[in-house]
């Protein structure tokens, strides 16, 4: 039988290119900004060109994150550090070859998944009510409403060839919300699930088959292939378009990438004010006016060595945060520092708590986990907080498109350079795992990893809960009143296989009050003051998140962005299971 699931449509313009960042005209631009011709007037009678020409080079060295908006009439632009560090080589990079390119995708409203046009045969709910086939229909139910993509959720998809890479992406633009939906022959007895691509068919497999069930207990009218196939649009009769870029990459384990402790993390923040060699990326969901000061001398010290330092306001930031930071900048400014503070000025929908920075050229790292870089202390002894740091070139390339993109839509961020900048360094980033050939394949290196959005985790948590074989482990700073379903089969699973080992580890205050005692799983499920943490640990797999993995669903329009990492490996797990064994 066929069961329809709704999906909205989106057309993506992009562009791929090849070559590296600019020409002789904008390496003179560079020189002559340098020298102090900051304005668009003094650039035009230096070089005696057309404004056109001048404000488009402009724009290019914008956009390499070379240039930035000055602060008046007189002074216009201003040369960033990584501006600086260009004119500092010797030998000029050839010309960029951009490549227009535009695809649809789908993004299907029952789990998040976003997927090539290509990958599936789809309908459209006009033509169906056309045909009077709209009232036999069987189809799931909407549980997402987000009608928005950003660059950070399709990069990954957008076919490119070897040696080519993503250069710019957008706009994305919505063409059909709820008005198309993909057709899908599912047969319960069997399981059989056709015209789904893998990845979006592990997704919807438990919902499809319980409507096929449902429709055949019911046994009303519903159409057939036979009926619908002459309207169906989509992969019929030609090849399905390929994801352009993998999502796993091998990686050697090493035991310091996971941080434990406040200490831990604290220490490591310093570290970063006072080893980052350009750029530092701050994503805090509560930004505290009194930790600023504590880090104060360190954010000095970074900007006076040249780093340009980014504050993303997350969704719980005060206006005395943006105050507190507009203080620190407009301080050190007064000094003369080299480095610039960029800050949201209206707080981003974010719970991402992450930090990038650079080492050297080329060479970026990154933590990302559930403490709040900036948040207030709690002052409990002995908290513990996982977050995990990462240095593959494509999981950071992906991590910086992400923060372009949450930069860029945050409401009172749109003509800023920041989320340039960052897209650059994603572009550069991608030159070192695109051009080249695989120098390790994943029998190698037992340990893998990749990232994942806010759309994937909650079907990551069904898909992993029930996948496990031998443990389970969840922990979370904050969880619905309503335990998931993908929870209540627990117990009985602890209950049937002896070797399977399970727990929830809950944050909690004292006299917070919860409804999970009285519930079935109150054995399994315990509460601590001690831990701020989000992950889940499935077998030999391992999540760790910015935000809950067990917080009420989100319907609303503008969902709150959140991020993670996967690393699939005998020895991260192991590591955490002892560590969180008591």
């Known amino acids: 039988m066929i069961v329809l699931v709704p999906v909205t449509r989106f057309r993506i313009k992009y ?32 070089f005696k060109l057309h404004p056109r020409l001048i404000v488009q ?54 789990t998040g998944t976003v997927i090539l046009e290509g990958q599936v045969q789809y309908v459209s709910k006009w033509l169906l009510q056309q045909k009077n086939l709209w009232d036999k229909k069987a189809c799931l139910r909407t549980e997402i409403f987000d009608g928005k993509l950003d660059e950070s959720e399709v990069y990954h998809l957008l076919p ?66 036979a009926d619908i196939e002459p309207f169906m649009r989509g992969s019929r009769g030609r090849k399905a378009t390929q994801e352009g870029q993998q999502r796993d990459w091998p990686i050697q384990w090493d035991p310091q990438n996971l941080l434990f402790t406040e200490e831990q993390h604290i220490t490591l923040l310093k570290h970063v004010f006072n080893h980052a060699d350009s750029i530092i990326y701050i994503a805090s969901t509560f930004i505290d006016v009194q930790k600023l000061e504590q880090m104060k001398p360190f954010i000095t010290n970074a900007l006076e060595r040249g780093v340009d330092i980014h504050f993303l306001r997350g969704h719980k930031c005060t206006k005395e945060s943006l105050q507190g930071i507009k ?71 992906a991590l910086s498109r992400c923060a372009a993109s949450i930069w860029e839509n945050s409401p009172s961020e749109k003509f800023s350079s920041v989320h340039h900048r960052w897209n ?13 050939e695989p120098e390790h394949q994943f029998d190698e290196y037992e340990t893998s990893i990749r990232i994942v959005f806010n759309r994937e985790i909650p079907i990551l948590l069904n898909e992993w809960v029930a996948s496990a074989q031998s443990q389970l482990l969840i922990i979370t700073d904050d969880m619905c009143q309503k335990i998931p379903n993908c929870l209540l089969s627990l117990k009985k699973r602890m209950n049937t296989y002896n ?9 909690r205050d004292i006299d917070e009050e919860f409804s999970h005692e009285e519930s079935e799983l109150k054995d399994f499920i315990a509460y601590t003051s001690e831990i701020i943490a989000n992950m889940i640990v499935s077998d030999l797999s391992v999540c760790i998140t910015s935000s809950s993995l067990l917080a009420p669903p989100q319907r609303e329009e503008k969902a709150i962005r959140n991020v993670g990492i996967i690393v699939e490996g005998s020895a991260p797990v192991e590591q955490i299971i002892n560590y969180f064994g008591e």
Not at 27 to 43: K, M, P, Q
Not at 72 to 100: C, M, N, Y
Request: glycine content about 8%.
């Open 15 to 46: 562009e791929l290119a090849e070559g590296l960042p600019y020409s002789n005209l904008e390496r003179l631009l560079l020189e002559a900004v340098n020298e102090d011709f900051t304005s668009l007037e003094g650039l035009v009678s230096n």
């Open 57 to 110: 080079s402009l724009i290019t060295l914008t956009q390499a994150g070379w240039l930035a908006l000055g602060k008046s009439s007189e002074q216009q632009f201003v040369l960033t550090s990584a501006g600086r560090k260009a004119l500092e080589k010797e030998d000029l990079p050839e010309w960029r070859e951009i490549i227009p390119r535009m695809i649809y995708v789908l993004l299907d409203c029952v």
């Open 160 to 225: 490119r060839k070897q040696g080519q890479r993503l250069h710019w992406v957008g706009p994305i633009e919505m063409v059909g919300k709820f008005s198309h939906y993909l057709v899908v022959e599912v047969n319960p007895n069997s399981g059989r699930i056709l015209n789904l691509p893998p990845r979006l068919e592990r997704n919807l497999r438990l919902p499809l088959i319980d409507k096929a069930f449902e429709l055949q207990e019911r046994a009303g009218e519903v159409f057939e292939k």
């Open 327 to 397: 203080k620190i900048a407009y301080d050190t400014s007064q000094k003369g520092t080299k480095g610039n503070i960029s800050v949201n000025s209206i707080i981003s929908p974010s719970d991402i708590r992450m930090i990038l920075w650079d080492l050297g050229e080329e060479h970026f790292q990154a933590v990302i986990g559930a403490y709040d870089w900036f948040g207030r202390p709690l002052e409990i002894e002995g908290l513990k907080s996982v977050g995990i740091k990462v240095e593959h070139p494509a999981i950071i390339s």
């Open 424 to 436: 650059e360094i994603a572009f550069m980033l991608e030159k070192y795992f695109s051009d080249a």
């Open 499 to 507: 070797s399977f080992e399970g727990k929830i580890i809950c944050r």
